[in-house]
């Protein structure tokens, strides 16, 4: 799960947790995994655990930044997928929320299905992130017959 390789601003990066806390709990509950994968973002991004419960409480209060190159958008449409699916539940209202960030992103919500049918086949074939990532592009980019 990225940040561009450390890209993002400060306001991207609490932006996005943002995003990624409202895919978690928008089913109603944080699951185990969800929560695990917050936290581990929070502490690589340096947000503090006050920052983290404050989103978590009043995620309406972190405006929404959206940042300018589109591989830092896709990077945030694909985390925000990886956490709809890490639970093991893909919710239809999870999946709303993801194709109107991809929206938002200014990305094609049809990358959706494609993205969560490779993160799954990545997670079973033990591929790294980024080759999970490069399938996508791949996938993404061959003309369609």
Excluded: T
């Excluded at 890209?7 to 990624?20: I, P, Q, V």
């Excluded at 936290?39 to 340096?46: E, I, S, T």
């Excluded at 503090?48 to 978590?56: H, T, Y």
């Amino acid at each position: 799960m990225g940040d561009a390789g450390g890209k993002w601003s400060s306001a991207e990066k609490m932006s996005h947790f943002r995003n990624l806390a409202l895919v978690a709990l928008r089913d109603g509950k944080l699951a185990g995994a969800e929560r695990d994968l917050l936290n581990f973002l929070a502490r690589k991004w340096g947000l503090s655990d006050a920052q983290v419960e404050e989103v978590l409480a009043h995620p309406d209060r972190v405006h929404l930044s959206i940042p300018k190159d589109e591989a830092s958008r896709f990077q945030q449409l694909y985390d925000l997928v990886d956490m709809m699916i890490i639970d093991g539940v893909l919710g239809a209202q999870e999946k709303a929320l993801c194709v109107s960030f991809a929206m938002a992103l200014g990305l094609n919500s049809g990358l959706i299905p494609v993205i969560v049918e490779e993160i799954v086949a990545g997670d079973q074939l033990l591929r790294s992130e980024e080759q999970i990532q490069a399938v996508i592009r791949a996938r993404v980019a061959r003309p369609r017959k």
